[in-house]
């Protein structure tokens, strides 16, 4: 069993609607990343936190400690949102990060 | 500001060359950080350092070297490349341990 693992795998949506992507881990973690990859292949960090909840405009992220999971929304979402959403945590013994496989996102007008 | 920027972004290499992905950053961060990335799989570890003159190996090392002379550089040295090395390497940097990543924009490597 992976340490970090994404769900949904591939995620289709149409354009307006609720999105949601979880990350759940197995693994005693610092802080949790979030990042989006576009298909061009670059890669933006997103959120990082550590407990509770982060917003950055349609953006919000949870985490909850205890139960080990931690999800990315996106309200309204829109076809520029089209990418893939990596989770990765921040072990908290050393200095790497574990990452997720991702999950890819189209959002269709 | 630039950010992180590596260079080549393509490269074709043949069985047994070897070659230099070079990763800048103009940030003044201490850490940077080599992942390669295969289809479907998540980011892996080859290199880490936390500071000029110090390296450390991630979690798939074999095959690569590095170095680190300066804050700003950090190459990423492939010796008589495999099949297996064919992947996207990024770059990253943070300013510290738990700080946010700064990726570049990915070398797309293939060995024939």
């Known amino acids: 069993k992976n340490e970090v693992e994404q769900s949904p795998q591939n995620l289709t949506a149409q354009e307006g609607e609720f999105i949601t992507i979880n990350c759940s881990y197995s693994?005693?973690?610092?802080?949790l990343h979030w990042l989006q990859q576009h298909p061009g292949g670059g890669i933006v960090s997103l959120f990082m936190?550590?407990?509770?909840?982060k917003k950055h405009g349609r953006l919000i992220a949870t985490i909850n400690i205890q139960e080990k999971h931690s999800s990315l929304h996106i309200t309204a979402s829109h076809p520029r949102d089209s990418a893939v959403y990596i989770c990765?945590?921040?072990?908290?013994?050393?200095?790497?990060?574990?990452w997720g496989a991702g999950t890819k996102l189209i959002i269709k007008p | 500001n630039a950010g992180v920027t590596q260079t080549p972004k393509f490269r074709i290499l043949k069985i047994g060359q070897s070659m230099t992905l070079q990763c800048a950053q103009d940030?003044?961060?201490?850490?940077m950080y080599w992942y390669r990335q295969d289809p479907g799989m998540g980011l892996k570890l080859i290199y880490y350092?936390?500071?000029?003159?110090?390296?450390d190996k991630g979690e798939v090392p074999n095959g690569y070297n590095v170095s680190r002379s300066t804050t700003e550089d950090f190459p990423l040295r492939l010796e008589l490349a495999a099949p297996s090395q064919t992947s996207v390497y990024f770059c990253?940097?943070?300013?510290?341990?738990?700080?946010?990543?700064?990726f570049g924009e990915g070398s797309r490597l293939t060995v024939l």
């Open positions: 940030m003044n961060h201490n850490y």
């Open positions: 350092s936390v500071g000029a003159g110090i390296t």
């Open positions: 936190l550590s407990s509770g909840k």
């Open positions: 990765a945590v921040r072990v908290d013994s050393n200095y790497q990060l574990i």
């Open positions: 693994v005693g973690i610092s802080a």
């Open positions: 990253a940097s943070s300013e510290w341990h738990f700080g946010e990543l700064f």
